[in-house]
Nanobody, 119 residues
């Protein structure tokens, strides 16, 4: 199983980025997908997740209203659209896949993609 995150980069505050995470080696449509992030010197934190069907989405309070998670099961890919970016959004962003629903326990993790937001 491999999760390949991409789309990170350097952007000015107020800008946008779209992260992608392509999944290989698993039956993607059966997995809840999540995004996490880890800033330097901080613990990894939850950002967002989406149910297998895309019908349910969840967000951390810090990104609610600015970030949107979506998925394309035909392309085995989950996305994170990030708008109105702030310097505090700077982190390495990771995607993860969970076969379990309740509770959600992530079985697989991607390698991360760096997002840097300049002020």
């Amino acid at each position: 199983v491999q999760l390949q995150a991409s789309g990170g980069g350097l952007v000015q505050a107020g800008g946008s980025l779209r992260l992608s995470c392509a999944a290989f080696g698993l039956t993607f449509r059966y997995y809840t997908m999540g995004w996490f992030r880890q800033a330097p010197g901080k613990e990894r934190e939850f950002v967002s997740r989406i149910s297998w069907s895309g019908g349910r989405t969840y967000y951390a309070d810090s990104v609610k209203g600015r970030f949107t998670i979506s998925r394309d099961n035909a392309k085995n890919t989950v996305y994170l659209q990030m708008n109105s970016l702030k310097p505090e959004d700077t982190a390495v962003y990771y995607c993860a896949a969970s076969a379990s629903i309740s509770p959600v326990n992530y079985d697989y993790w991607g390698q991360g993609t760096q997002v840097t937001v300049s002020s």
